[in-house]
Nanobody, 125 residues
């Protein structure tokens, strides 16, 4: 089973930036997608995903224009660049093995197969 490990969380002021990393020993060639979701007190919120076959991406409206997902094939890492952070972004952030629906990656948390332990992001003065 593919194991994912997140890193890069921390405390940041409103308006600041963080880059989260999702690393694995190796991404299988048949891996469909990697997704990011977050969880504050409450349900999981899918926020972004990347199709590992064609690098197409998808974002939730809450983060569109502020967050960017990308990958580094050499480092077997998927990144989530988060800019213009606000207190509502405070949560535990997880990366997950995602799925494809009609060749598009899916950010519905119910579709995630497994995920890492997470990294904490706190946005506060």
């Amino acid at each position: 089973q593919l194991q994912l490990v997140e890193s890069g969380g921390g405390l940041v002021q409103p308006g600041g930036s963080l880059r989260l990393s999702c690393s694995a020993s190796e991404f299988p060639v048949d891996l469909p997608a990697i997704a990011w979701f977050r969880q504050a007190p409450g349900p999981r919120e899918g926020i972004s995903c990347i199709n590992m076959h064609d690098n197409s991406t998808h974002y939730a409206e809450a983060v569109k224009g502020r967050f960017t997902i990308s990958r580094d094939n050499v480092k077997n890492t998927v990144y989530l660049q988060m800019n213009t952070l606000n207190p509502e972004d405070t949560a535990n952030y997880h990366c997950a093995i995602g799925t494809l629906v009609s060749s598009k990656c899916d950010i519905n948390p119910l579709s995630f197969a497994s995920w890492g332990p997470g990294t904490r992001v706190t946005v506060s003065l």
